[in-house]
């Protein structure tokens, strides 16, 4: 099983919908997350921390679920501005492990 | 302007015959890391570093060495590339404070072709 999993997609999306996936990992110890966007071609971008209590920015919402280690993303209204690759980001302290998922790719539809 | 640099943006070489791809960054983070990126795979890990003089591998080490003399710059060093390390590398930088991570900034990535 790999560490970090997520669905490769592509996802295609209308404009205006609500599209949530998950990023799933294997590592109980694993300590921090984050959600990464990633343009064709381009240097990925930090889209948001992920806390253990959940948190919001603006349409886009993540949270955390230790129990069934899983985080997940969850965008609204989406636009067409939202296409992108989307890739969580697992990090172990123990091992000082820093470990990317593959990412989702998401297309919003005119 | 807070950034992270790589250079050559784009190389194309031949088998064999060593490189390297600078990165550097004007943030004073202390952690930096190198990256590739290959379809299906995502960003494999390469090397890192937690500050001056301490590195250490990553998932993807092998044909792989680094070196970080100065806090600044963490050059990537192929010494016999092959084939199957054509890919898209990225050099990564951020705070490190404690077991605290922050932000991963990325420089915008080297497109290496080896024949």
């Known amino acids: 099983r790999k560490e970090v999993e997520q669905d490769p997609g592509p996802f295609n999306v209308p404009e205006g919908a609500t599209v949530a996936f998950n990023c799933t990992y294997s590592n109980s110890a694993s300590q921090s997350f984050f959600w990464y966007r990633q343009d064709c071609r381009k240097e990925p971008k930090l889209l948001m921390s992920v806390y253990s209590s959940g948190n919001e920015d603006g349409r886009f919402t993540a949270q955390l679920n230790r129990a069934s280690q899983y985080i997940s993303l969850l965008i609204r209204d989406s636009k067409l501005s939202d296409s992108a690759t989307y890739l969580c980001?697992?990090?172990?302290?123990?091992?000082?492990?820093?470990?990317f998922g593959t990412g989702t790719r998401l297309t919003i539809i005119p | 302007e807070a950034q992270v640099t790589q250079n050559p943006r784009y190389l194309i070489t031949v088998t064999g015959k060593k490189l390297t791809v600078t990165c550097s960054q004007n943030m004073n983070h202390e952690y930096m890391s190198w990256y590739r990126q290959d379809p299906g795979l995502g960003l494999r890990q390469i090397y890192y570093s937690m500050n001056v003089e301490v590195t250490d591998k990553g998932d993807v080490p092998e044909g792989y060495k680094v070196s970080r003399k100065e806090k600044r710059n963490f050059p990537l060093i192929l010494e016999s590339p092959s084939p199957n390390q054509t890919s898209l590398y990225f050099c990564a930088s951020s705070l490190l404070s404690g077991q605290e991570y922050y932000e991963q900034y990325f420089g915008p990535g080297t497109r290496l072709t080896v024949t």
């Open positions: 980001v697992v990090i172990d302290f123990g091992n000082e492990k820093l470990t």
